[in-house]
């Protein structure tokens, strides 16, 4: 056991629950109510990390989530192990175990903690100069670079836990639950407005709900009473639901917010189970009140990173909230009043304030003279030039500061401590303003951005607005609220404060030393190490966006965002270029205000849910005969039906065999289906496709090619004449909706004259495709009534028909070049169809095949597949398919493209066959097209977008794009893969039945 | 995420619509009266403006209805939303 520095009971700490937890394998305790770090505080426990870049030891730096240092990993090896958390944030469970990051092999001794010895040479922009070169080498570096740095583990085993998404609905939304949030959710619910208030922390009240100094009194009561009395207040109101642990990630354009609701992190382990861990909150507010507060300020000096420093307002939550001492001799550095509410606090509870270093000189401050009383030594218009203490400061260096603050002036004298509190004054926290679009201004008084110009129905109250004092808030906060909610009244008019601060503040960016500052670590992002020297570096290298000075420097780029130092370099780079903080601006501040799990962000979006999938009415059909199944779209397609044994090649070979020689069945019932309706149903097809309509007689079906207004290919499908002004289209299985999306658009924008009516039927049938030489046989038991002769039922056309009293067309069409029938029929008989055909096919050795045999079948007629063998770069002519182009029409959608200089060029690539030298060699698909090897660099002709080996025509065939190819016929060409060459001949793309003798066999 | 007005079913989430690029572009009447530069300033010429914009968007979750809005690209702010064929807003 290590020491106790639980000073005096609060009320926030439970010590009759005491809690054991790990840390770096030691077992610690702590209370009920404590974070991870005040319990670590509470064990004399500082040094809790290594960082980034210099491996320098880092300690406890805030009490919230703006903490850079005490970057923890939770559960290491376990599958809720979880990187970069912030101790600051952590509620601590019995059971809970937590190592440092980013230090190896401990925290204690780390080996890369050389590089802080050797830190001359690893400037800003160090990696980005030395590793980029030669570029060859960077995958060698990354490995070795990766090892030593790299902030924390990712889990490598499934996340165990539940995670929920929630659209949230309400008039006022208020973020934060500080006094000023308090004062606006109460009154906007008071006033009938449906009002949720939510906050980070597990507590509300901020921090005047453990501010219990007599020098601030609401109504002549201590502030922490007079809150805890409207806390208990709002509690009873109706109109408002109050949300803890929860923190608002993002705020977006039209008062859409994402907040994630931590549910189940501060349960032991084990009462985890079946409970939801966070829920991500989708709010849409009418109004949004921001009251986030302000993140206290760190100072730029010499070794101001060291164990045992924090923020001075920490050091004062610590002791007041959780009744812990960050130390035993504690000094405080400060520009500003606040430091001297901590030594308040502090004296308070009786632990020592050695000295207070001030930068100011003169201060007339009631809160100063309070201190002096109690004879602690003020330094005024000191700084610290340099600090001490390898893991753990134990003395600072101090001297005057020169009139102008750019110096230091006088003899050093040392101090010793074992803990420093640092004051910089206060930041608005407007990062979830800025993050909606808002714009800031810059208040030269305390050098501060405040909020400006509000780009929706929002207000920013109370200290995240520049509020910082109480007597501020009292007297602008409910002013703007009755403003913003339209109301003569609130609670808060009259009332009486009595605040004891003094404004005054001697801002100074970079703190000057007795050294020069090449020789001295003034941190000002602690977390990605980025000093004041590199912000510097990159100026005289000639850096001045703040965005480039931020990516080169890394400043504001950890997981922190630089809450804390952000300001500091801005301050920096504003001095040393001259430029006004006005128009220097700030950085972007990016969503996630704290860091979220994935987890968070997919919710119940896992596994089969990650990607919704649509199934055939037949699906089940084919998952009972094993079928492999392939995505397109978001279809499940049957891919091939293996038998026992066989492996995708031989039971793609067994089916295209089959289908050709007796018969094969498809389930085509992902194909798009449009029901197209009205006089001018004709008409509108004329203009959208390239080939002519108005001659189809009923009860014909033809082909049709669409395409993009700049005349490449967009969609193909055989369209059916079902009646004078009826027709039913198909699409392709993954086009349908962006076909549909397209013919809409035309009809609503360009063509509001036609009467054409749209309907997507893609779900309300399903499709049975029965082909092969044997087809007509066993259509002929399925629908015994339908006359399937040739002269009665001839290919491209269409019938009504009944199956058992169930209506069902069927199509003669083919996408194998074999004698083929379509059965469409409502989507709730799909199945028994099928059965059907398969019982009556028995006989013929029926074979059920998939898209990859129809594609093979397809392939070996030279039929197109769009989206496989075209992209968004191909014409008809460049398919070799001048016949479906019109000459007749004058015009239809993308015709005038075809005859553009680019398209009518004639090396343009061209779809073509492709034969290999040796018939049993296969292409690979996507596989590169040459004619010259030798050539170099080798000219790149095209690609093989087709590719298989044919049972029926015993060779390998393929199709392929190729530059100039239509003219290349019988012309030698090579593919060159990365063993060898291979050698192919350009064909036509037709390899089978040239005659279509097949479709009436 | 914004929120539109669609002009057939009222306020709706961005998520169940699709935007359809700038508005006012007429199809031509006459394709092959055109030259090649005419046609290719219909096909691929696009104003990107910060600012005031006007611009086609479909209720595709929805209505399936097209319609214009008035967008300010600057701040997102949605000035006015129009029916098709009717005339853009002035002010
Ligand atoms: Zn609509």
């Known amino acids: 056991m290590t020491k106790n520095l639980r000073v005096k009971s609060s009320k926030f700490i439970d010590e009759t629950y005491r809690i054991s937890f790990e840390f770096n394998g030691i077992k610690y305790y702590g209370f009920k109510g404590d974070t991870l770090a005040s319990a670590l505080l509470a064990n004399d426990i500082h040094l809790v990390g290594r960082s980034f870049k210099y491996h320098r030891p880092r300690g406890i730096m805030t009490a919230g989530s703006e903490e850079p240092n005490a970057i923890i990993q939770l559960h290491n090896n376990s599958s809720r192990t979880e990187p970069n958390v912030r101790a600051t944030e952590v509620e601590i469970y019995e059971g809970l175990e937590a190592s440092s990051q980013n230090c190896w092999p401990s925290v204690n001794f780390d080996i890369s903690g050389i590089n802080n010895f050797l830190s001359p040479i690893f400037p800003a922009g160090f990696y980005y100069k030395t590793f980029m070169w030669p570029a060859s080498f960077w995958k060698k570096y990354e490995y070795f670079i990766r090892k030593a740095a790299g902030l924390g583990k990712s889990p490598t085993k499934p996340d165990p836990d539940i995670y929920e998404h929630k659209f949230v609905h309400c008039d006022v939304l208020v973020i934060g639950a500080g006094i000023s949030g308090i004062m606006a959710a109460k009154t906007a619910a008071k006033n009938g407005l449906k009002t949720l208030l939510i906050d980070e922390k597990p507590y509300l009240g901020g921090s005047t709900i453990y501010q219990n100094s007599q020098h601030f009194k609401i109504n002549n009561q201590i502030s922490s009473s007079w809150l805890e009395k409207e806390i208990n207040e709002i509690k009873k109101l109706k109109n408002l639901e109050i949300k803890t642990r929860t923190s608002v990630a993002a705020f977006h354009g039209y008062n859409f917010l994402l907040a994630r609701e931590s549910i189940s992190d501060h349960l032991p382990i084990e009462q985890r189970k079946n409970k939801t861990r966070h829920k991500l909150l989708k709010i849409r507010a009418k109004k949004v009140i921001t009251a986030t507060g302000s993140i206290e300020r760190p100072l730029v000096f010499n070794n101001n990173d060291r164990p045992g420093i924090l923020l001075s307002s920490a050091i004062k939550k610590y002791a007041d909230l959780f009744g812990v001492a960050c130390g035993n001799k504690n000094i405080l550095l400060t520009n500003n009043d606040s430091a001297y509410e901590t030594a308040i606090s502090l004296i308070q509870k009786g632990i020592k304030v050695e000295a207070i270093i001030d930068n100011r000189e003169k201060i007339h401050s009631k809160l100063l003279y309070n201190v002096e009383k109690n004879n602690i030594k003020i330094f005024k218009g000191f700084t610290i030039v340099d600090t001490s203490g390898y893991k753990r400061i134990n003395k600072i260096s101090i001297m005057q500061l020169s009139k102008d603050g750019q110096k230091v002036i006088g003899s050093k004298i040392n101090l010793s401590c074992d803990c420093l509190g640092i004051s910089g004054g206060w930041t608005p926290a407007v990062h979830l303003f800025t993050q909606s679009g808002g714009k800031l201004t810059f208040r030269e008084e305390d050098q501060v951005f405040i909020p400006n110009i509000y780009p929706s129905t929002q207000l920013s109250i109370g200290a995240c607005n520049g509020d910082l004092t109480l007597d501020e808030i009292f007297t602008n906060v409910p002013k703007s609220l009755k403003e913003f909610l339209n109301i003569k009244n609130t609670d808060y008019e009259n009332i009486e404060i009595l605040s004891s601060t003094n404004k005054s503040k001697r801002n100074i960016w970079l703190l000057p030393s007795d050294k020069i500052l090449g020789k001295t670590k003034p941190f000002v992002d602690y977390q990605n190490d980025a000093t004041a020297k590199d912000i510097k570096l990159a100026l005289r290298e000639g850096f001045r966006s703040i965005e480039h000075v931020k990516r080169y420097t890394t400043t504001g780029m950890g997981t922190d965002q630089g809450k804390l130092g952000n300001m500091h370099a801005l301050g920096i780079i504003s001095e040393t270029t001259g430029v006004k903080m006005n128009e220097l601006g700030t950085t972007t501040f990016r969503p996630p205000y704290t860091p979220l799990t994935f987890g968070t962000i997919v919710g119940r979006n896992i596994g089969e849910y990650f990607d919704i999938f649509r199934k055939t009415p037949i699906h089940d059909w084919h998952v009972n005969n094993k079928a492999e199944f392939e995505n397109v779209g978001q279809w499940k397609r049957a891919w091939y039906y293996p038998k026992k044994n066989e492996n995708m090649h031989q039971a793609v070979q067994r089916e295209s065999k089959a289908a050709r020689e007796s018969a094969g069945i498809l389930d085509a019932s992902t194909l798009g289906k449009i029901d197209i309706q009205g006089t001018d149903a004709s008409e509108f097809l004329n203009r959208i496709y390239t080939n002519a309509w108005s001659k189809l007689a009923i009860g014909k079906c033809r082909y049709g090619l669409m395409l993009n207004e700049d005349g490449m290919v967009y969609d193909d499908g055989v369209t059916t004449r079902l009646g004078e002004n009826h027709y039913i289209m198909t699409t392709t299985t993954g086009g349908a909706a962006n076909v549909m999306g397209k013919l809409e658009d035309y009809l609503q924008t360009e063509w509001p004259e036609l009467d054409v009516y749209l309907t997507s039927v893609t779900d309300h049938f399903a499709t049975v495709s029965v082909c092969g030489p044997n087809s007509k046989k066993i259509l002929s038991q399925v629908i015994p009534d339908l006359d399937l002769s040739d002269e009665n039922f001839p290919h491209m056309s269409f019938k009504n028909a009944k199956i058992s009293k169930i209506n069902c067309r069927v199509m003669r069409i083919s996408f194998t070049g074999e004698h083929s029938y379509e059965i469409n029929i409502q989507a709730n008989y799909g199945k028994s169809i099928w059965e059907k055909c398969m019982e009556a096919g028995k006989e013929f050795n029926i074979t059920p095949y998939g898209t990859e045999t129809m594609h093979l079948l397809r392939a070996e007629k030279g039929f197109i597949i769009v989206g496989q063998d075209t992209d968004a770069t191909m014409t008809p002519i460049d398919l070799q398919m001048n016949w479906i182009v019109s000459k007749k029409k004058y015009d239809f959608i993308g015709k005038r493209s075809l005859y553009r200089s680019d398209t009518i060029r004639e090396d343009r690539k061209q779809l073509v066959g492709l034969l290999t030298d040796n018939p049993n060699e296969v292409l690979e698909e996507g596989a590169q097209i040459v004619a010259d090897i030798n050539k170099s660099p080798i000219e790149m002709l095209g690609h093989v977008t087709s590719s298989y080996y044919s049972p029926n025509l015993k060779k390998s065939i393929a199709l392929g794009v190729v530059r100039g190819g239509k003219n290349m016929m019988g012309q030698k060409l090579i593919i060159p893969m990365e063993k060898k060459n291979i050698n192919v001949t350009v064909s036509d793309p037709v390899f089978l039945d040239k005659e279509n003798k097949r479709l009436n066999a | ?91």
């Open chain 2, 1 to 91: 995420m914004f929120i539109i007005n669609c002009p057939f079913c009222g306020e709706r989430e961005q998520s169940e619509f699709k935007a359809g690029g700038e508005a006012h572009i007429v199809r031509p009447k006459q394709p092959t009266e055109l030259s090649d530069d005419q046609w290719a300033d219909y096909l691929f010429m696009r104003k990107n403006i910060k600012g005031i914009q006007f611009e086609r968007w479909v209720h595709a979750h929805g209505c399936r209805k097209w319609f214009n809005i008035v967008r300010d690209t600057s701040n997102d702010e949605i000035k006015a939303v129009y029916k098709m064929g009717e005339k853009p807003p002035t002010e």
